[in-house]
């Protein structure tokens, strides 16, 4: 199997300071991150509970779409976008995943037993089983 890499560089105090993040594959590049984006919603950067909330979306949608196929169904798109909450602590206190499917001849009640599967095994909820709420809010399209 793969093996991901990814590092980070910070200069400076935590509130004053600044850095950047890549991952290994160079798709992204010092992506620029500060206390302000982190904790104060500050466009300017991203923070780390942005690209988990990316990892999560990615791995439910790619976990969802191997269930629907081993299923025998066929997704043509699934559509994910994940919300990631940072509270006091600062901890992580909920994600909430929203999806949507086009899946032609898929019932709802199969979509939803697969969409539950995925919440619970996809590798990046498994990682992320110390959160304490993670929701799936799912639509099937027609």
Do not use: Y
């Amino acid at each position: 199997m793969a093996v991901s890499r990814a590092e980070a560089i910070w200069h400076g105090t935590l509130k004053e300071g600044a850095g950047e993040m890549s991952v290994g594959t160079g798709f992204i590049k010092q992506a620029p991150f500060t206390f302000a984006s982190r904790f104060e919603g500050d466009a300017k950067g991203t923070n780390p509970e942005e690209l988990i909330g990316a990892a999560h979306a990615g791995c439910f949608s790619m976990f969802l779409s191997a269930q629907l196929t081993n299923a025998g169904f066929k997704p043509t798109r699934i559509h994910t976008t994940a919300t990631v909450h940072l509270e006091a602590g600062p901890t992580i206190a909920k994600i909430e995943l929203e999806t949507e499917a086009e899946v032609p001849g898929l019932d709802e009640q199969t979509f939803m037993e697969k969409v539950e599967v995925s919440k619970k095994n996809c590798p990046v909820s498994k990682a992320l089983a110390a959160v304490p709420e993670v929701t799936v809010k799912a639509r099937l399209l027609m």
